[in-house]
């Protein structure tokens, strides 16, 4: 989970391979750096013997699976969330809006697919209905999809968030005063508070560490053999710090930041806000244009440890001298061969010019086109910007895991022939750099106990204890 930006590199180095892999509401080729190589491993049936992509929207990653399955954004599906908008705790329920509607109106539904638009599925039911159907009852999945209430059977969609309101603090007696059950209660409400302040949880459950205390030093880092890291600093020179940046024309790129007109790569489809945003041009201080003689507009080639991109300028004070920046969002593509959103992709051809280097190109910018939406035959812009993520290199923090978001990158004009848009990538180079990273982790891992790794940090979808403890195979 954590980790899975360097997973192609990690299948590559004969670590495995896959059977089938489900992307879920996932875009790796797009959003994560190298994705060239999860192209390669993505169309390689050693690696991956089937890519079954679940996405609410077509996406450069769906272009390269087996099967596409399309899943139902928040009003086509149930689900619970809870966010930290206050000191309080609570749950809030989110219902398919037409499958509700239906219920209400006395329709009976089974699957809630047979109301979305699309036939779209809802993800809980479809895992429900695959674990039954890979398993007759001999493999062991079953008994984790059982109803609670009907012995023998398998559960359905109200059952399992009947059973998770049940176990809510307080819900089931608020359910009670107004004479429902806590999933009805959820129905009507659509949330539920369950403590009014968390503010001092710690005097009685203390925090999640060994001492039971913030920990200003860390006993954990030293065990685990980074005895300078066992009190918070900023001693650590990272590959961008001002003193590894000391060849000509080197500057820190970052790639990151956030426009506010998008959410991540999920708004491509959202004409509005792509009428508002749809470049991403190189952010540059006048300083550093001066130096290299770039001007408002004028292109520059971004080179990256593992390839480089062809990009505008964007002259601005509004970033520091010695950074320049490049923002998230943009850059989408799509290959003529590919259906999906237009609003903001550009149509790319994608080449392999051998010696294990990819080549992108951009063949057509956004064009308008007419549908039952008389919008799109209004669109005006041209540009869909430039994808950047592709050509950068997997860093994965030696200690973390985390990906290092920031890349060091030598800019210059680009050579003849080089236009806008122009991406190429080494994916042999990109090998062999995510291997130096990975040799950084591995020249200071240390295993106290036999651990993978601390057993009381915490983590996404953690595996049970034992699966921490490293064994004789390992």
Request: aromatic share 12%; with cysteine.
């Given at each position: 989970?954590?980790?899975?930006?360097?997973?192609?590199?990690?299948?590559?180095?004969?670590?495995?391979?896959?059977?089938?892999?489900?992307?879920?509401?996932?875009?790796?080729?797009?959003?994560?750096?190298?994705?060239?190589?999860?192209?390669e491993m993505l169309q390689n049936e050693e690696s991956v013997g089937c890519h079954i992509?679940?996405?609410?929207?077509?996406?450069?990653?769906?272009?390269?699976?087996?099967?596409?399955?399309?899943?139902?954004?928040?009003?086509?599906?149930?689900?619970?969330?809870?966010?930290?908008?206050?000191?309080?705790?609570?749950?809030?329920?989110?219902?398919?809006?037409?499958?509700?509607?239906?219920?209400?109106?006395?329709?009976?539904?089974?699957?809630?697919?047979?109301?979305?638009?699309?036939?779209?599925?809802?993800?809980?039911?479809?895992?429900?209905?695959?674990?039954?159907?890979?398993?007759?009852?001999?493999?062991?999945i079953r008994e984790h999809f059982m109803s609670p209430?009907?012995?023998?059977?398998?559960?359905?969609?109200?059952?399992?968030?009947?059973?998770?309101?049940?176990?809510?603090?307080?819900?089931?007696?608020?359910?009670?005063?107004?004479?429902?059950?806590?999933?009805?209660?959820?129905?009507?409400?659509?949330?539920?508070?369950?403590?009014?302040?968390?503010?001092?949880?710690?005097?009685?459950?203390?925090?999640?560490?060994?001492?039971?205390?913030?920990?200003?030093?860390?006993?954990?880092?030293?065990?685990?053999?980074?005895?300078?890291?066992?009190?918070?600093?900023?001693?650590?020179?990272?590959?961008?710090?001002?003193?590894?940046?000391?060849?000509?024309?080197?500057?820190?790129?970052?790639?990151?930041?956030?426009?506010?007109?998008?959410?991540?790569?999920?708004?491509?489809?959202?004409?509005?806000?792509?009428?508002?945003?749809?470049?991403?041009?190189?952010?540059?201080?006048?300083?550093?244009?001066?130096?290299?003689?770039?001007?408002?507009?004028?292109?520059?080639?971004?080179?990256?440890?593992?390839?480089?991109?062809?990009?505008?300028?964007?002259?601005?004070?509004?970033?520091?001298?010695?950074?320049?920046?490049?923002?998230?969002?943009?850059?989408?593509?799509?290959?003529?061969?590919?259906?999906?959103?237009?609003?903001?992709?550009?149509?790319?051809?994608?080449?392999?010019?051998?010696?294990?280097?990819?080549?992108?190109?951009?063949?057509?910018?956004?064009?308008?086109?007419?549908?039952?939406?008389?919008?799109?035959?209004?669109?005006?812009?041209?540009?869909?910007?430039?994808?950047?993520?592709?050509?950068?290199?997997?860093?994965?923090?030696?200690?973390?895991?985390?990906?290092?978001?920031?890349?060091?990158?030598?800019?210059?004009?680009?050579?003849?022939?080089?236009?806008?848009?122009?991406?190429?990538?080494?994916?042999?180079?990109?090998?062999?750099?995510?291997?130096?990273?990975?040799?950084?982790?591995?020249?200071?891992?240390?295993?106290?106990?036999?651990?993978?790794?601390?057993?009381?940090?915490?983590?996404?979808?953690?595996?049970?204890?034992?699966?921490?403890?490293?064994?004789?195979?390992?």
């Amino acid at each position: 989970y954590e980790m899975s930006h360097i997973l192609p590199h990690m299948i590559k180095e004969g670590r495995g391979s896959m059977d089938v892999y489900f992307t879920r509401v996932f875009n790796p080729v797009w959003t994560f750096p190298d994705g060239f190589s999860w192209m390669e491993m993505l169309q390689n049936e050693e690696s991956v013997g089937c890519h079954i992509a679940l996405t609410p929207t077509w996406n450069e990653t769906a272009f390269f699976a087996d099967y596409v399955l399309p899943m139902g954004h928040a009003s086509e599906r149930h689900d619970v969330n809870s966010y930290a908008t206050s000191s309080g705790k609570w749950v809030a329920f989110r219902q398919p809006v037409l499958r509700e509607y239906a219920r209400r109106e006395g329709r009976e539904v089974e699957f809630t697919h047979e109301v979305n638009p699309g036939e779209v599925w809802e993800e809980d039911e479809f895992w429900n209905e695959l674990s039954w159907r890979i398993d007759d009852g001999t493999m062991g999945i079953r008994e984790h999809f059982m109803s609670p209430y009907r012995e023998g059977e398998k559960i359905t969609i109200d059952e399992y968030y009947q059973y998770l309101f049940e176990r809510v603090p307080g819900l089931p007696d608020a359910a009670a005063a107004e004479g429902t059950d806590a999933l009805g209660y959820m129905r009507k409400h659509g949330a539920f508070l369950i403590e009014e302040s968390t503010y001092k949880k710690y005097e009685k459950d203390g925090w999640p560490t060994p001492s039971g205390k913030q920990e200003f030093y860390s006993e954990t880092m030293i065990e685990f053999g980074y005895p300078e890291h066992s009190i918070p600093h900023y001693r650590q020179k990272s590959h961008v710090h001002p003193d590894n940046l000391t060849g000509e024309d080197e500057y820190c790129l970052l790639p990151n930041f956030r426009l506010p007109q998008h959410i991540h790569s999920r708004s491509a489809n959202a004409k509005w806000l792509v009428e508002i945003a749809h470049r991403n041009p190189i952010w540059i201080h006048p300083k550093d244009a001066r130096k290299l003689g770039v001007a408002e507009g004028d292109l520059l080639k971004i080179e990256t440890e593992i390839g480089w991109f062809v990009d505008k300028v964007w002259v601005t004070e509004g970033i520091k001298p010695g950074v320049v920046g490049c923002s998230h969002h943009i850059g989408r593509w799509r290959r003529s061969q590919d259906a999906g959103n237009r609003f903001l992709t550009n149509t790319v051809s994608i080449e392999d010019t051998g010696n294990g280097k990819m080549r992108m190109r951009t063949v057509s910018g956004i064009e308008p086109w007419k549908s039952d939406d008389p919008d799109t035959n209004r669109i005006w812009w041209r540009d869909g910007g430039v994808h950047q993520n592709i050509t950068h290199a997997v860093q994965p923090d030696p200690i973390s895991g985390a990906h290092c978001w920031l890349q060091k990158v030598r800019l210059s004009r680009p050579s003849e022939g080089e236009e806008y848009g122009d991406i190429e990538v080494d994916r042999q180079k990109s090998f062999e750099y995510y291997k130096r990273w990975n040799k950084w982790a591995k020249d200071r891992e240390t295993h106290p106990r036999g651990e993978r790794r601390p057993l009381w940090m915490k983590r996404p979808l953690a595996p049970r204890k034992e699966h921490f403890i490293i064994g004789e195979r390992d």
